[in-house]
T-cell receptor, first 112, second 115 residues
Framework: AQTVTQSQPEMSVQEAETVTLSCTYD???????LFWYKQPPSRQMILVIR??????QNATENRFSVNFQKAAKSFSLKISDSQLGDTAMYFC?????????FGAGTRLTVKP | EAQVTQNPRYLITVTGKKLTVTCSQN?????MSWYRQDPGLGLRQIYY???????DKGDVPEGYKVSRKEKRNFPLILESPSPNQTSLYFC??????????????FGSGTQLSVL
């Protein structure tokens, strides 16, 4: 069975600085996607970024980028120029053929 | 507006009193699913459905029922709720039955407390 592990329950960063959230996963599938979702205090689930397993190039969305290491099964999220609005829970997620799994989440606090 | 509508947002009930959390999407999505979110455990899948009349168990299906009689609706039924089902519940949908690349569209969540 697929597993997704986020080893950092909580993190904090100063406004305008850079922070990296870690995620590792385990799967025997070859064709899958990885996602980062953000959950602010409003409870809304918002897609931050997605990565196709077959693409070697790391995905980037404005201030958000990933470091995807397929062999190591690692999928970290880098947030550059952190803003107060980035304060949220961040969930790493795996989507395979019939499987959708989430990590336990990392609570990120951006400090002014 | 394209959305997943989930009701109610908050629910307090007592042990053993049957309840239903409704979920409806207006995007003609094939795939729908239910998750529960608990501190330290993240989101865990309860049930999912790839199409009308097709449902499958997720990781934590015990104590829950679902049905998919119409494409747009996917209610979650707790026939005899227990305190360990106190949790934040999310319904989600996506366009295709096996669209690995597709993001999930989430409802706004239901905070359930079982006393």
């Amino acid at each position: 069975a697929q597993t997704v592990t986020q080893s950092q329950p909580e993190m904090s960063v100063q406004e305008a600085e850079t922070v990296t959230l870690s995620c590792t996963y385990d799967t025997s599938e070859n064709n899958y996607y990885l996602f980062w979702y953000k959950q602010p205090p409003s409870r809304q689930m918002i897609l931050v970024i997605r990565q196709e397993a077959y693409k070697q190039q790391n995905a980037t969305e404005n201030r958000f980028s990933v470091n995807f290491q397929k062999a190591a099964k690692s999928f970290s999220l880098k947030i550059s120029d952190s803003q107060l609005g980035d304060t949220a829970m961040y969930f790493c997620a795996f989507r395979g053929w019939r499987d959708m799994r989430f990590g336990a989440g990392t609570r990120l606090t951006v400090k002014p | 507006e394209a959305q997943v509508t989930q009701n109610p947002r908050y629910l307090i009930t007592v042990t053993g009193k049957k309840l239903t959390v409704t979920c409806s999407q207006n995007m003609n999505h094939e795939y729908m699913s239910w998750y529960r979110q608990d501190p330290g455990l993240g989101l865990r899948q309860i049930y999912y459905s790839m199409n009308v009349e097709v449902t499958d168990k997720g990781d934590v299906p015990e104590g829950y029922k679902v049905s998919r009689k119409e494409k747009r609706n996917f209610p979650l039924i707790l026939e005899s709720p227990s305190p360990n089902q106190t949790s934040l519940y999310f319904c989600a949908s996506s366009p295709s039955p096996q669209g690995r690349e597709e993001k999930l569209f989430f409802g706004s969540g239901t905070q359930l407390s079982v006393l």
